[in-house]
């Protein structure tokens, strides 16, 4: 079975300072990650994607992600936030031969002054 | 670039009746997906269809009827809405497996009476 868990539902950083969100999964073999960003009344948009190679990934917007088998994590980091990054992140993994993502429950970031 | 668009954005209905979501998407793409969002709850999967005339079941498919009669457009029925309830459907598309990024449309709102 796969599984994906985003443990923190709401994070609160401030303007400028770094910025790390966490994701957890469960699968056996090896898996396609990505992370999702959703802005209010928008639907979802592609920041990252991970399918095999380096562990860091580069996305959109200064996003990062590092993917650790050992740990079953992929979480997302950003050096310097912005207060334009206030948003819902939405982790997700599917299965190499899969016909469908399963998504975490999602955090909700807010960037304060 | 493509998009996707649904329709109703807003959609009203009373307690019992069948309800009708559209989605149509230009990405010329194979596989098109069916997510019901609760706030907390993430995004959980209703029907997805890999081409036309496929339909599959999600985690959430009790409930729902899906039709994808032509390769651009998938739509989503509620047999019989229940009352309170609201939630965000967000259609999604993708090119063939779910090793593809996905892309969304801006998601119907529905609200039971």
């Known amino acids: 079975a796969q599984s994906v868990t985003q443990p923190d539902a709401r994070v609160t950083v401030s303007e400028g300072a770094s910025l790390q969100l966490r994701c957890k999964y469960s699968y056996s073999g090896t898996p396609y990650l990505f992370w999702y960003v959703q802005y209010p009344r928008q639907g979802l948009q592609l920041l990252l994607k991970?399918?095999?190679?380096?562990?860091v990934v580069q996305g959109v917007n200064g996003f990062e992600a590092e993917f650790s088998k050992s740990n079953s994590s992929f979480h997302l980091r950003k050096a310097s936030v912005h207060w334009s990054d206030s948003a819902v992140y939405f982790c997700a993994l599917s299965a190499s031969s899969g016909t469908y993502q399963r998504f975490g429950t999602g955090t909700k970031l807010q960037v304060v002054p | 670039g493509g998009i996707i668009t649904q329709t109703p954005k807003f959609l009203i209905g009373q307690e019992g009746q069948k309800l009708t979501l559209k989605c149509q998407q230009n990405f010329n793409h194979d596989t098109m997906y069916w997510y019901r969002q609760d706030s907390g709850k993430g995004l959980r999967l209703i029907y997805y269809?890999?081409?036309?005339?496929?339909?599959q079941k999600g985690d959430l498919s009790e409930g729902y009827d899906a039709s994808r009669e032509k390769k651009s457009s998938f739509s989503l029925t509620v047999t019989s809405a229940q009352k309170n309830e609201m939630a965000v459907f967000l259609c999604?598309?993708?090119?063939?497996?779910?090793?593809?990024?996905?892309?969304f449309g801006p998601g119907t709102r529905l609200t039971v009476l």
């Open positions: 269809s890999i081409t036309e005339n496929d339909l």
């Open positions: 999604a598309s993708s090119f063939r497996g779910s090793s593809y990024e996905q892309y």
């Open positions: 991970y399918y095999s190679g380096d562990p």
